[in-house]
């Protein structure tokens, strides 16, 4: 009898084991895929101390400017001497009215013809050309639209004593419309005593005093939990006006760091999308998540650098 109940008892303690383990898995299972999960949306910030005006005013669209205040232009050899002179000169009155500088290159962000150009070529590669003259390859942004170039063809001649039709098309390319003032240089029928409107070059003043640096801003993200599992998409896009060098997302808990993600640099106008899925944490609740850009680079607004996703359901 004795040596009939070892086998008995043996397989009651195995049993026994199986049960637990079994147990310890289903407690396991829950702990971290329960059968609810928890949503969290963008919190989106209600105020912007960017105070920037965004009005369309004179410009073709709101806050044209190109990257830098510094300016480089390219003169085709083409252009007879009185008008690579009425070029200059426009450069030169521009650089005394506003805090701009232009300067020669070979390869400048202005182009100057002086002949006429197919236009469905320009049409062709994307350029926006108003007139005899304007901006080209423009990036939309939030607060600024960024000029990446600029072409001029000058037709003719001047016959004033400035330069009026070169400064026109100057203007043109620094993103200002037509006015309907006839005494504006910016009328479409130009005449000599036509002047440069004092409300263009204070606009171009409060544009351009703004420096040439990249701005991150979170246009979105939103996350998901699972017991102790979190999926997040995050999207990040350079509003500023120079691209961003490498910086860290950095994901907070309730005030608690719990993940940090390596990110490349962003372009001028572009959008990045992050994706993560299965981040295991170890807080079982969470009732609040903040995202925040670290970088090592200034920025021309930082408050956008930090948002707050709260629990919708």
């Not at 383990?21 to 829950?30: A, H």
């Not at 101390?49 to 083409?78: A, G, H, P, V, W």
């Not at 070979?106 to 006429?116: A, H, P, Q, S």
Request: with cysteine; glycine share 6%.
């Amino acid at each position: 009898m004795e040596e009939e109940e070892k086998p008995r008892s043996s397989t009651k303690k195995i049993l026994l084991i199986l049960v637990a383990l079994f147990l310890l898995s289903l407690i396991t299972l829950y702990w971290l895929f329960p059968i609810t999960s928890v949503n969290f949306d963008f919190d989106a910030p209600k105020t912007d101390n960017f105070s920037l005006s965004s009005k369309k005013e004179m410009q073709f669209y709101s806050n044209m400017r190109f990257q830098e205040k510094n300016i480089s232009y390219t003169i085709d050899e083409k252009c007879n001497l009185q008008r690579q002179e009425d070029m200059k000169r426009a450069f030169e009155i521009m650089e005394n009215l506003t805090i701009l500088d232009f300067e020669p290159s070979e390869e400048g962000l202005i182009k100057i013809y002086c002949e006429k150009r197919d236009k469905r070529e320009a049409i062709e590669k994307g350029f926006f050309i108003a007139g005899e003259g304007g901006p080209v390859n423009v990036t939309i942004g939030k607060y600024f639209n960024v000029i990446q170039g600029g072409e001029i063809i000058l037709m003719k001649n001047s016959n004033c004593e400035r330069p009026n039709v070169a400064i026109h098309e100057l203007l043109h390319v620094l993103g200002f419309d037509h006015s309907e003032n006839s005494n504006n240089i910016m009328y479409p029928i130009s005449k000599c005593k036509q002047t440069i409107g004092q409300d263009m070059l204070d606009k171009i003043n409060e544009l351009y005093v703004y420096p040439s640096l990249p701005d991150l801003e979170f246009e979105g993200a939103s996350a998901q939990m699972k017991g102790r599992v979190l999926d997040l998409n995050i999207s990040i896009k350079n509003q500023g006006l120079a691209d961003s060098s490498d910086f860290e997302i950095i994901v907070y808990g309730d005030g608690k760091e719990i993940k940090k993600i390596e990110s490349e640099g962003i372009n001028v106008g572009y959008t990045q999308k992050i994706t993560i899925t299965n981040q295991l944490i170890t807080k079982l609740k969470i009732e609040k998540l903040e995202l925040s850009i670290k970088g090592n680079f200034e920025e021309i607004n930082k408050d956008n650098n930090k948002i707050v996703l709260k629990i919708i359901s």
